[in-house]
């Protein structure tokens, strides 16, 4: 019933900044959301969540330097991430749980060269 579609992954420089995007295919979407990544060979691990009221919450490796938001009226949510680092380096996901499901995108690859 949902359908997420990451974009906006690519090569990065480390210190440079990269946004990611994740749209939603059900208009007026209101449930909590988040981003994983997965770095080659290791576990899909939580980056960054935001509720349906807007509260938002952070791995500690990411505190500082990314920013999680959602922008209703497009019914897309972003990642904004900054002063990135070759351990961000990761396929991304976007994830969100409504009416009982979860809900993953494909994912977008994020390398970040040193």
């Known amino acids: 019933q949902v359908q997420l579609v990451e974009s906006g992954g690519g090569l990065v420089q480390a210190g440079g900044s990269l946004t990611l995007s994740c749209a939603s295919s059900?208009?007026?979407?209101?449930?909590?959301m988040a981003w994983y990544r997965q770095p080659p060979g290791k576990q899909r691990d939580l980056v960054a969540r935001i509720t349906s009221d807007g509260s938002t919450n952070y791995a500690n490796s990411v505190k500082g330097r990314f920013t999680i938001s959602r922008d209703a009226a497009k019914n897309t949510l972003y990642l904004q991430m900054n002063s990135v680092k070759p351990d961000d380096t990761a396929v991304y996901y976007c994830?969100?749980?409504?009416?009982?499901?979860?809900?993953w995108g494909q994912g977008t690859q994020v390398t970040v060269s040193s």
């Open positions: 059900r208009s007026r979407f209101i449930a909590p």
């Open positions: 994830y969100a749980f409504w009416f009982g499901n979860d809900y």
